[in-house]
């Protein structure tokens, strides 16, 4: 087993790293094209060449002509452009979606509901994948958008579009798909899929942030979700980011030329995480649907007992990164709620984390990631431990070495307990010289995660006395609001 610190990046579905080719191609950009794409001239005329042809290459993945692509700043206003716009557009009405949706569906949907809309969340099965039959049974008169997600991000279960897209036609409903997830990953051909919307992001295939688009095949109506300009056929309006949208269609042609050998190294290597963490931990479980159901990177393991924080937090000090649910809540302690909507218990829900692998994944990053969790497994550091906040006394405050780990807003907000150090959880093992070891130390944040990621580090180094904050600052705040 390799005995080296190996820095692991195993959180591809939140993110993925810039590829090579889309740094260059974003960079030359940068320097030579500078024009609005809206404006006349030749360096407009330039930039508007550079963003049609990047809308070519993301057409080409989904199989539709270019003009039924709209660029957008990412998945997230897709989502909600697409609800929203359709919602409003009919005047109001009853939208289908699923319990395992990405926030911004949920999102948009609680919104719309605030606006006098109907929602029906539909629940997953125990393999995470949502049934024909339940959104079938879920149409009314009223209803005016079924959205499913293709695949789930914290799972990876790929959802029955076709089928799903096939019941809406039918019941003349325009269907729509989150395909962030799968796009340059699997097929997304829209005619295959059989949506009249489809949304994506650039940064899950190895391009930049902010940028994405959504799909329309132009048959449903929809009022945009932004006013004030003619950009992206008044469909979406603002200043495209050039330098953005070509870095996007870089990333769409980089994906196609790689997608089957990708999907089959991914698979092999998922394999191989599985067949590790049984033999490790013979009591896991594994969050998944079938073969032919599921997305080929991704892995949502249940380990019963353990704590996913603290699987997290330990792995994280071997430089090996994963992630407890959707990057989208990783500042609070709760259940996914994915997972609590394919059945599993608060616990078990607590006790998962999610490995995602993508084009950077290597053999050794997976012997590393098992090394490490073999470690991890053992349990917390010695002189680690909760700290219930109706334990935090000013008796306590007088005696321990306490620091404070909120973002600096947050202290401006809520001032800190008087005697407390001021830190920040970022960079903090560059501090951890600086705590006394012969005093008990106590770390707060708002709600208790990053001060628990940083406790984790301190004790690990050695540290005999470190208590965090259940609940963190929060917590404690509600049980004495007159101090601090």
Same mark, same amino acid.
């Given at each position: 087993m390799p005995l080296w610190p !190996? /820095? &692991?990046?195993? #959180? $591809?579905?939140? &993110?993925?790293?810039v590829a090579?080719?889309? %740094?260059?191609?974003?960079?030359? +950009? *940068? /320097? @030579? @094209? $500078?024009g609005n794409p809206s404006s006349l001239h030749i360096a407009g005329r330039t930039a508007r060449? =550079?963003?049609?042809?990047a809308r070519r290459s993301v057409a080409k993945l989904l199989g539709c002509p270019s003009e039924d692509v709209y660029f957008t700043s990412g998945g997230t206003e897709a989502n909600n452009a697409v609800l929203k716009g359709v919602f409003t =557009?009919?005047?109001?009405?009853?939208?289908?979606?699923? /319990?395992?949706e990405h926030d911004s569906i949920l999102g948009a949907c609680a919104q719309i509901e605030k606006q006098g809309g109907a929602v029906t969340y539909v629940p997953a099965g125990a393999d995470g994948c949502v049934k024909a039959k339940d959104i079938a049974a879920a149409i009314r008169p009223d209803t005016v958008l079924i959205s499913i997600m293709h695949a789930n991000n914290e799972t990876g279960a790929i959802q029955p579009i076709a089928d799903i897209a096939a019941l809406a036609r039918k019941a003349n409903i325009p269907f729509h798909t989150d395909a962030v997830q799968t796009f340059g990953k699997l097929p997304t051909h829209v005619d295959e899929l059989g949506c009249e919307f489809l949304t994506l992001s650039a940064h899950k295939i190895n391009g930049p942030k902010s940028?994405?688009?959504?799909?329309? %095949?132009? @048959?449903?109506?929809?009022?945009?979700l932004l006013a004030g300009g003619d950009q992206e056929r008044s469909m979406r309006t603002g200043t495209e980011g050039v330098h953005q949208v070509v870095g996007f269609g870089t990333a769409a042609d980089l994906a196609a030329t790689r997608m089957d050998a990708q999907r089959k190294k991914l698979v092999a290597l998922r394999k191989t995480v599985i067949d590790g963490m049984q033999t490790l931990w013979p009591a896991v479980r594994i969050n998944q649907a079938p073969a032919d159901h599921q997305m080929p990177g991704t892995v949502s393991v249940t380990f019963p007992g353990k704590s996913g924080l603290s699987l997290l937090a330990g792995l994280d000090c071997h430089q090996v990164a994963v992630s407890i649910g959707s990057a989208c809540t990783a500042d609070r302690i709760e259940p996914s709620h994915v997972l609590l909507g394919m059945g599993l218990s608060v616990e078990d829900a607590l006790s998962t984390i999610r490995v995602s692998m993508g084009t950077t994944t290597v053999p050794a #990053?997976? =012997?590393?990631? *098992?090394?490490?969790?073999? %470690?991890v497994l053992r349990g917390d550091p010695a002189g680690l431990a909760w700290l219930p906040p109706e334990h935090l006394t000013e008796e306590h405050i007088r005696s321990a070495f306490i620091i404070d *780990?909120?973002? !600096?807003?947050? !202290?401006?907000?809520a001032p800190s307990i008087p005697s407390a150090t001021l830190w920040s959880h970022i960079g903090f093992e560059k501090r951890i010289k600086e705590i006394p070891r012969d005093r008990e130390v106590i770390?707060? +944040?708002? &709600?208790?995660?990053?001060?628990?990621?940083?406790?984790? %580090?301190l004790a690990a180094a050695g540290h005999p006395q470190v208590r965090v904050v259940s609940g963190g600052y929060e917590a404690w705040k509600a049980l004495y609001p007159k101090k601090g």
């Open positions: !190996r /820095k &692991t990046y195993f #959180d $591809h579905n939140a &993110t993925t790293p090579p080719e889309v %740094r260059r191609a974003m960079a030359a +950009c *940068l /320097k @030579n @094209n $500078h060449g =550079a963003v049609e042809q =557009a009919a005047g109001g009405g009853h939208i289908i979606t699923s /319990k395992i940028v994405g688009a959504i799909y329309w %095949r132009g @048959n449903a109506q929809w009022i945009p #990053d997976v =012997a590393y990631f *098992l090394w490490a969790l073999q %470690r *780990l909120r973002m !600096r807003y947050e !202290r401006l907000l770390l707060m +944040c708002t &709600t208790g995660i990053f001060s628990f990621e940083a406790g984790y %580090r």
